[in-house]
């Protein structure tokens, strides 16, 4: 069974920088399409980055854009998404999620059927 567990939430104040990491365990994560979610209380879980096993594709929401990373090490099963200049709205709990066995990234919340327990990001202001 695959379990992924992400790290490196916490408190931060605002233009703050924060990186989380994903690493999957207990299935091989080749041609694995992973991506971050968020989701903030009273709020749908939205996409926030995806990034394809080559990592050759990747796609940002456009609120992120221009701040946040996000990267693969295939050779860890680790995923990571830097996260620079935060502001208080992206205060939420990020879960990473994993497509097995579906290589590109995906950028609807059905179209991943692994996730990780979350990690909550807050931004003061």
């Known amino acids: 069974q695959v379990q992924l567990v992400e790290s490196g939430g916490g408190l931060v104040q605002a233009g703050g920088s924060l990186r989380l990491s994903c690493v999957v365990s207990?299935?091989?994560?080749?041609?694995?399409?992973m991506g971050w979610f968020r989701q903030a209380p009273g709020k749908e879980r939205e996409f926030v980055a995806g990034?394809?096993?080559?990592?050759?594709?990747?796609d940002y929401v456009d609120s992120v854009k221009g701040r946040f990373t996000i990267s693969r090490d295939n050779a860890k099963n680790t995923m990571y998404l830097q996260m620079n200049s935060l502001k208080p709205e992206d205060t939420a709990v990020y879960y990473c999620?994993?497509?097995?066995?579906?290589?590109?990234?995906?950028?609807?919340?059905?179209?991943?059927?692994?996730w990780g327990q979350g990690t909550q990001v807050t931004v003061s202001s």
């Open positions: 999620a994993a497509r097995l066995g579906a290589p590109q990234l995906g950028t609807s919340v059905s179209s991943y059927g692994d």
């Open positions: 207990g299935r091989t994560f080749s041609n694995t399409g």
């Open positions: 990034i394809s096993w080559s990592s050759g594709n990747i």
